[in-house]
């Protein structure tokens, strides 16, 4: 008889077991990028923990981790819980797996309970949401959607492995990626469940929110050019030194979001001065731009806006600018019916149904393509994300499970009418 288990801290409790080694690449850290051994050892151990809740489960060609748990009938539409099982560079725990173990958990309680429903139950593990290896993100939702390009295939990590190469030592098939591909007629819906990482939900003292929309998104990678140089025998007027051009630039960009409206936000995660010696002027500067807002008008307009503005102060400067487009991610609305479900499951536990959209960007907003999608946020303590002081609550996390399984129910009760 398996032993009883605390639906929703189980799932917390798995999160934190896969917040070390083996399953992160760096001691006292976690990172888990798509692809890596520690990935391979996330896969492993949820794989185990999917056929314990009565899942049979198997891995596409995009190295997507698939558990499924049939309904009445063997080929049922399938409702997909899921999230993603990678992490950004020295990240949170629960940023991803949280949604994962969640599912998890869920169907293992329909399974102890005996339950079998007009639609089969898949929970997904993706690899790749946050793109902290290779330069685009999300490439293993949209292999799922059918909406992967096949150029991305062909983008190359820091050490100059391509994903192709990676996902072939993987186990994965980049030549059979489009048979990662599920119609549209095997699926009912997505639900994510996911951190809110943000601050709202605390600030009202809420447990779970109803995620109407997620923002759009840009990816932009910038090289400005000057010339390498001697830096103690080059005179400061004779420079074409791209270093103080990088620092106007982002400037701009942070004046420019700063002014907008629409959520309109940018950052600069990454930079690289090049050839990168303390006694060397950079011959080039090459930096990452994210710029989201709640629709790509606003998005663009702002990413058309710095563009123009660092071509200047390039020019200025007598140096050169290119600004690459490296990812683009339209903003997402999630289903109408499917928010009223999560409203009224809300409902039914007596919390209020917070409603708020998404600044982060998830596996949701690809699956959308696919099918009709709800996400459940969770309060996260402080909105802290993408930092190791990433924190939730077990109570949190067993009232997101409850809210998940009155979804469930109320889906069923929609299926049959
Ligand atoms: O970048 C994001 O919004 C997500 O965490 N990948
Ligand atoms: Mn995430
Ligand atoms: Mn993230």
Redesign the pocket.
Known sequence: MAEAFDIGARAKARCDQLGVAPYSEVDGQLTRRFLTAAHEAALTATSGWMLEAGMSVRRDAAANLIGRYDGQLPDAKALIIGSHIDSVRNGGRY?GPLGIMLGIDVVEALNRAGRRLPFAIEVVAFGD??GSRFPA?MSCSRAIAGTLDASALDMKDADGVSVAQALKAFGGDPDAIASAARKPEQVLAFLEAHIEQGPVLEAEGLALGVVTAIAAQKRLMVRIEGTAGHAGTTPMNLRKDPGPAAAEAILALERICRAGTDGLVGTVGRMTALPGAFNVIPGAIEFSMDIRAETSATRDEAVMTIGAEIHAIAAERGLSATVTLMQALAESPCDPSLMNLLDEALADLSLPARRLPSG??HDAMVMADLCPVAMLFIRCEGGVS?NPAEAVTEADCALAAQAMLLFIDKLERRERA
């Open positions: 940023d949401e946050e993100s982060a960007g993408h």
